[in-house]
T-cell receptor, first 110, second 116 residues
Framework: KNEVEQSPQNLTAQEGEFITINCSYS?????LHWLQQHPGGGIVSLFM???GKKKHGRLIATINIQEKHSSLHITASHPRDSAVYIC????????????FGTGTSLTVIP | GAGVSQSPSNKVTEKGKDVELRCDPI?????LYWYRQSLGQGLEFLIY????????KSGLPSDRFSAERTGGSVSTLTIQRTQQEDSAVYLC??????????????FGPGTRLTVL
């Protein structure tokens, strides 16, 4: 059983659509991260959340600690948003270890 | 300023050989992580360094894997007697933690290791 589950696994959207990617986790966490991995492998950290909501440009990330759930939203999606989005949690019980979801592969079609 | 750099970018080796992978973190970042991403798999935590503290080695898959960090900066991940299942992209990340409350990690480009 994975400590972190993401859905959907794959997502195709038309340019301009509103996109939601979900992350559920089963462990106590001190922080949750959303990462973006572009074709070619480079990884960029998008958000680090411990509560509430954060917004950066067209990206919004929310977390519900009680429900152990986080969502990443992309408004007005663009082909350059095409990437794999990865949810990662830092487990309060295992110190420094991060657990990662398997990622959501997003393709935005012009 | 410069980001996290890793070398080599690609490494092809024969089964049974030892390999060394290098990570140069962002200057001033006290925390350094090594991860592994196997083909079709998610990221897997390997090891964590924080300042001069003893490293957290809880993610290392076997005793063939070791890592060191010299002078609190450059880190080397060593895999001895490589096996085909070691083939993966090895990623390094650094962060400012714990001096700041944020734990944003900055990732290097990775080293793609292929064991023949």
């Amino acid at each position: 059983k994975n400590e972190v589950e993401q859905s959907p696994q794959n997502l195709t959207a038309q340019e301009g659509e509103f996109i939601t990617i979900n992350c559920s986790y089963s462990v106590g966490i001190s922080a949750l991260h959303w990462l973006q991995q572009h074709p070619g492998g480079g990884i960029v950290s998008l958000f680090m959340l411990s509560s509430g909501k954060k917004k950066h440009g067209r990206l919004i990330a929310t977390i519900n600690i009680q429900e152990k759930h986080s969502s990443l939203h992309i408004t007005a999606s663009h082909p350059r948003d095409s990437a794999v989005y990865i949810c990662a949690v830092k487990n309060t019980n295992t110190g420094n270890q991060f657990y990662f979801g398997t990622g959501t592969s997003l393709t935005v079609i012009p | 300023g410069a980001g996290v750099s890793q070398s080599p970018s690609n490494k092809v080796t024969e089964k049974g050989k030892d390999v060394e992978l290098r990570c140069d973190p962002i200057s001033g970042h006290t925390a350094l992580y090594w991860y592994r991403q196997s083909l079709g798999q998610g990221l897997e935590f390997l090891i964590y360094f924080q300042g001069n503290s003893a490293p957290d080695k809880s993610g290392l898959p076997s005793d063939r894997f070791s890592a060191e960090r010299t002078g609190g900066s450059v880190s080397t991940l060593t895999i001895q007697r490589t096996q085909q299942e070691d083939s993966a992209v090895y990623l390094c990340a650094s962060s400012l933690a714990p001096r700041t409350r944020t734990d944003t990690q900055y990732f290097g480009p990775g080293t793609r290791l292929t064991v023949l």
